[in-house]
């Protein structure tokens, strides 16, 4: 079992749908990532976060230390956010990320 | 936001070749650097950290022999693929991290699509 969990694998949804994705994850962090990867393979940083809720234009990201549950959401999606969202947690006293399976998200217009 | 570049982006090679990939940040100094490779709808696996001036820390099952690193300078770490086969074909990106404390975020490369034929 991947210590970093993330639902829906796959998602499709129509331009204008608000989207979440949820990552859980099994033991302690200091902070959690949320990526975005582009079908080229670039990855970008979206937000690290480790209490709370973090916003960045149409994007939103909260976590739940206690519940050990993260949600990435987008609001009015567009078919440019298509791409592959992963959650990584940062391991508690290392440096490492350990990285979920990754959504894959379509939008269509 | 700060920026990580990768050279080569694409490479093809023979097997039992030896590839060098560079990974670079550009505005800023990396204190430490991580080299992550990916299969195709599988996600990232990190392969080693390292760390400017000092040895590299690979992860198990990662032969530190095969996939050389080298962190020479605070901007410029290269991995080298010695002996390729074409089970190395992947998709390798690094990523580069500012600072020395826990919690900074990394920032990755555009990676680098290795083909061993």
């Known amino acids: 079992k991947n210590e970093v969990e993330q639902s829906p694998q796959n998602l499709t949804a129509q331009e204008g749908e608000f989207i979440t994705i949820n990552c859980s994850y099994s033991?302690?962090?200091?902070?959690l990532h949320w990526l975005q990867q582009h079908p080229g393979g670039g990855i970008v940083s979206l937000f690290m976060l480790s209490s709370g809720k973090k916003k960045h234009g149409r994007l939103i990201a909260t976590i739940n230390i206690q519940e050990k549950h993260s949600s990435l959401h987008i609001t009015a999606s567009h078919p440019r956010d298509s791409a592959v969202y992963i959650c990584a947690r940062i391991i508690q006293g290392a440096q490492k990320l350990v990285f979920g399976q990754g959504t894959r998200l379509t939008i269509n217009p | 936001g700060a920026v990580v570049s990768q050279h080569p982006s694409w490479v093809i090679c023979k097997s039992g070749t030896s590839v060098k990939i560079e990974c670079r940040s550009l505005?800023?100094?990396?204190?430490?650097m991580f080299w992550y490779r990916q299969f195709p709808k599988q996600s990232l696996m990190l392969m080693a950290t390292?760390?400017?001036?000092?040895?590299?820390?690979?992860e198990q099952g990662v032969e530190k022999d095969k996939f050389l690193i080298n962190h020479a300078s605070l901007t410029l770490s290269t991995l080298t693929v010695t002996s390729a086969h074409p089970e190395d074909s992947s998709f390798y990106i690094c990523?580069?991290?500012?600072?020395?404390?826990?919690?900074?975020?990394?920032?990755f490369g555009p990676g680098t699509r290795l083909l061993v034929l």
């Open positions: 390292s760390n400017e001036g000092s040895k590299a820390t690979y």
């Open positions: 990523s580069a991290r500012e600072g020395g404390g826990q919690g900074e975020t990394q920032y």
């Open positions: 033991v302690g962090i200091s902070a």
């Open positions: 505005d800023f100094q990396a204190t430490t």
